[in-house]
């Protein structure tokens, strides 16, 4: 079996590649992200290198884009008071367990 995967983004800071392939996981794509650990390595260097890159298989490059281009249209953002799922919230000062 072949997988041949295509580039969808590049993106100079790691953590915003992995923003995108989350987005891209979340709508049932097989994303992956690759060179993020060339890129976290050498800084510097990362736009030599081309930064890392956000990758799909080919049959699924069409609606990745797609997703991509919503997320930039902030179609995808939550509100601020949406549910996210069940997420439990603390007092602030934590009170130490007695």
Sequence with gaps: MENHFCLVRRCLV?????????????????????????VQAALLLAPAIGGARVMVPEPELEQALEVLAAFERGELALGDDDDVGGARVYPFPLKAAK
Excluded at 15 to 36: E, P, S, Y
């Design 14 to 38: 790691p953590a915003d590649a992995f923003i995108l392939c989350g987005c891209l996981r979340a709508a049932g794509l097989h994303a992956t992200v690759m060179d993020d650990q060339h």
